[in-house]
């Protein structure tokens, strides 16, 4: 199993440009979510999903879109790029059937770079 | 406010010298405290979890203790290894909030040959 996979590893946008970070999991997890980390801070909540069809936002949402069409594969939409928006970003996924007991597994990560 | 608190930032050692990170937690009830380890530029993994009633969890060289009455859990690391240099978070999941986590900002670790 390859577990929890994010693409790309590296970008670098200009404010104002748009784009998606991939998240895939073969794990057959109901609950998914994307992570952001800064330096000197715990991993922040953006958004998060506990099946198809179905997404809540976290405690970060401003400036992000998901969606999760099927179990596999939640994407993260960034619309509008802003320096403020460089980080690291993670998905994560676990069993949704422990509510949050369950213990996560992440991805790689994506390094994004907003100029 | 839930928070976890973790100390120190970070920790230098020697290889095959003892060490003890701490992470205080105001977030409470809570189910469950995993500690997880964050190698540079990889995700986080699972080292251990504990419910709130349980005291303390192994897990090779790695052993967790929790103290609910001072809410505070530790995380002791014996006979370390070059391969211990990493970000080691503590993280809470509060009983309410559903699928919230509450991740502490990480000791950096790094061992020295």
């Known amino acids: 199993n390859a577990g929890v996979t994010q693409t790309p590893k590296f970008q670098v946008l200009k404010t104002g440009q748009s784009m998606t970070l991939q998240c895939a999991q073969d794990?057959?997890?109901?609950?998914m979510s994307w992570y952001r980390q800064d330096p000197g801070m715990g991993l922040r909540l953006i958004h998060y999903s506990v099946g198809a069809g179905i997404t809540d936002q976290g405690e970060v949402p401003n400036g992000y879109n998901v969606s999760r069409s099927t179990t596999e594969d939640f994407p993260l939409r960034l619309l509008s790029a802003a320096p403020s928006q460089t980080s690291v970003y993670f998905c994560?996924?676990?069993?949704?059937?422990?509510?949050?007991?369950?213990?996560?597994?992440f991805g790689e990560g994506s390094r994004l770079t907003v100029l | 406010k839930n928070q976890v608190e973790q100390s120190p930032q970070s920790l230098i050692i020697l290889e095959g010298k003892n060490c003890t990170l701490q992470c205080n937690y105001t977030v409470s009830p809570f189910s469950n405290l995993r500690w997880y380890k964050q190698d540079t530029g990889r995700g986080p993994v699972s080292l251990t979890i504990m419910t709130f009633s349980e005291n303390t969890k192994s897990n090779g060289r790695y052993t967790a203790t929790l103290d609910a009455d001072t809410k505070q859990s530790s995380l002791h690391i014996t006979a370390s290894q070059l391969s211990d240099s990493a970000s080691y978070i503590c993280?809470?999941?509060?009983?309410?909030?559903?699928?919230?986590?509450?991740f502490g900002t990480g000791t950096r670790l790094k061992v020295l040959a």
């Open positions: 993280v809470v999941s509060p009983t309410s909030g559903t699928y919230k986590y509450i």
């Open positions: 794990m057959n997890h109901e609950y």
């Open positions: 994560a996924s676990s069993y949704a059937r422990l509510a949050n007991t369950g213990e996560l597994f």
